[in-house]
């Protein structure tokens, strides 16, 4: 999408600072981090959110977890621990309707986090 911020980080055409990337998604770190460590995961090709995921287009995510598994030992999170995040709609909290997750770690967090 012409329009959507995260393409245009995926395709340079916005810098970022990547932290991993493969055929099917891009790492990087978020310009306002909530925790120690904070970066974005998305997949490269355009979907909304998991409420937009098809049969159409399933194959966008395949291999979602085992790259989130491969960032958080990039970052040196993998054995302290780390949370991932999906906001799916607007009342979830998503303001970047490209499907993407949040990896959260470096620091110690309770449940819920308010």
Not at 4 to 19: A, R, W
Not at 41 to 49: G, L, W
Not at 69 to 82: C, F, N
């Amino acid at each position: 999408m012409s329009d959507c911020i995260f393409c245009k980080i995926i395709n340079g055409e916005i810098p970022s600072n990547k932290v991993l990337e493969n055929d099917k998604f891009y790492a990087f770190h978020d310009i306002s981090p909530v925790k120690k460590v904070h970066v974005l995961i998305v997949p490269k090709k355009h979907v909304a959110n998991i409420a937009h995921l098809t049969e159409n287009n399933e194959e966008y995510v395949d291999g979602f977890l085992p790259f989130v598994r491969d960032v958080a030992k990039e970052l040196g999170i993998s054995k302290s621990g780390y949370r991932l995040i999906f906001n799916t709609g607007s009342e979830a909290g998503q303001t970047v309707f490209h499907m993407h997750a949040h990896l959260l770690g470096g620091e110690p967090m309770g449940w819920p986090e308010v």
